[in-house]
């Protein structure tokens, strides 16, 4: 990794962890149970992969720094409180999570499935905060954003993941769920930055929404990849799951070496689509390559 | 009840059946399960003292059609979610809801909980559609429903509502946890239905949002007298619940006489705040008198 990307990567993790505190309740303040669960699962840990490609859609023009730091935040706590539901026992039941017992494990079960439930509207609560751009485009992003979290985004990638345990489909329909599961959200988060830009340019939001898709199933298919081969201490959280409960991955459809070269493939498209950019390219480029060569 | 009010109910029960209908996907697309799931919690049923507030209110000025029906979805969303949610097991585990089994006896718990979520998100997804109003107006809608909904909103009333079981706490805790459990959302709901106005009036915005208070205050009254008196089959969902559960309810705290008188007081008050409206100021008392002297 070049120093350069490492250095920006430290810097905008920095910069997430500090939005995040800025617009997350206080602990000491009622109900305290609930915003200690809160700031549990959503501080201190995490790639912060959704705040970087926000950040980076937004360095490719003149951005507001307000509407910056506060699609960083929504993004993330979208994150988070999709993390928390999925790590119920109804759902996934995992136990570990950023190398930590997960929240529920932490808080009970009726508190962590509260502090997702006040995650997701705290999203929507920071991004229709005031700031200085138009109206209408604080607007887009909140519709965004809320159009990528539910039923034909996030959600229902996670409802047909839930379905499809035990079940083999084809790579299509494996690659249909992750565009909604996780390559939905992560879509929205370069939309959110170049929308956080004072005159948002419709074709880089075309072009970084296409290079997101590229990275978001990179993403996913590096994930099954490091399911099968890394220990949970190193992950974060518990490894070799997907085969214990019998899920259909990358990896079960193609084997290890198709699934990487596939990977290499996503890496070098979303590389492709962002090298005429006039400004980031450089970012944008070594953030895929982080994608495709991270080990947890 | 009179012939007016009551017409007047089931024309917004009837709107609301259908502005739902309207912006729930239909239960033919995918994720069929998932889409399955919101609707069967969302459409059919329930009182809609929601989605009446919202009428209510916008009835007082000139509204735009287009944002009343958004305002109302949106509501009954964020409320539709927080009951599949508070009946899962984790929660107050309950079986039965509006007269049919719960959402998670019906779907299983991980699909219910994710059509909770989606239903949440949906809600501001719904909210951030375009309509013919100021978008500096939409955007105060959003904020207005996001910070009800949230921690410290609802969701942090129901955080301290499952802290409470077992401690028997005074009549002012017990009142500031129904205030942002239940009383958040109705007060949302008449200052959404005020925004979804030409010129939303901030004195009677004011006035209104003091009306729901009391309002929402002498329902969750009422509703703890009805879950010591009415059964299972008529109120639509399992009675004697709270008394099962050791939670501190207005019955157990003054006994049935005076919680009774206490909602009666509460519901004068209330009209008393809605007399001198320029219009439906009718409509306004007979709800309350609803809400006083509902059986279910």
New interface residues.
Partial sequence: MNTSFSQWQNRVQAQAELVLNHFL?PDTQ??E???QA?RYATLGGGKRLRAMLVVAAAETAAFNQTALSQAIAAVEMIHA?SLI?DD????DDDDLRRGKPSCHKAF????A??A???L???A??VL??ENDL???Q??RS??TL??A????GM??G???D??AVGHFPDLSSLENMHRLKTGALICASVKLGVLACYSPDETILCQLDCYAKNLGLAFQVVDDILDTQADSAVLGKTAGKDAQNNKPTFVSLMGIEKAQNYANDLCEQAIALVQDLPRNSEILTAMARFVCQRHC
Avoid: K, N, W
Avoid at 108 to 111: I, K
Avoid at 149 to 152: A, N, W
């Fill in positions: 309740p009622s109900p149970l609930l915003h809160m409180y539901h119920l026992p109804c759902m009970g079960e009726a508190q499935l509260l997702g439930d006040a997701q509207t705290l929507f609560a229709s905060q138009p109206p209408q604080r607007l909140l519709h809320a159009t979290s539910g039923s034909l959600v229902g996670q409802s047909i839930l379905s």
